[in-house]
């Protein structure tokens, strides 16, 4: 395990829950959102800040959204980057890196993380978002979504 790496499926948490009776479903809505690691050419990822009027505004996450009726994961990667940040993408610039399920209060979050390094155009904030550009593990530095943080360990391991 690495130094600053969040315990995710520790074994002996693990073993620790086996002992115990088996939770019950949560009965909530299944959400499909789909998240990309923009890696620039000094194997920096690109993470935006939550804008005013969101829920969880200030915090940062992977660029990325919510699947539209109809569209892939890719697809919808395509369309939310062109929307949110301004560059040019096509399906076959992502990469399948991990992914997540997580559970929030009102919903269990599934979402695929994609690695992508080929893009046209400069990102920037077109909702008024901050952007940086960090090093993987630098990640582990800021205030990031819940759910994104399980998926750091991907991106130091690829990069």
């Known amino acids: 395990m690495r130094l600053n790496q969040p ?59 919510k699947l539209e009726e109809g569209e892939s994961p890719e697809y919808a990667l395509m ?14 610039c992502f990469s399948p890196l991990s992914f997540v399920s997580y559970m929030y209060d009102k919903f269990n979050l599934l979402m695929p993380l994609y690695a992508c390094r080929v893009w046209a155009g400069i990102p920037q904030g077109k909702e008024g978002q901050a952007l940086k550009w960090l090093k993987p593990l630098d990640l582990y530095d800021e205030a990031l979504l819940p759910a994104d943080l399980p998926l750091i360990p991907a991106l130091i391991e690829m990069i």
């Open 7 to 65: 315990l995710v499926n520790n074994p002996h948490s693990c073993r620790d829950e086996l002992e115990k009776p088996r939770p019950e479903k949560s009965g909530l809505p299944v959400l499909l959102v789909a998240a990309v690691a923009l890696i620039d050419v000094d194997g920096r990822v690109l993470i935006s800040q939550r804008p005013e009027g969101k829920s969880m505004a200030g915090m940062w996450e992977f660029p990325g959204g």
């Open 79 to 92: 369309r939310e980057l062109s929307e949110e940040l301004g560059i040019e993408t096509r399906p076959c």
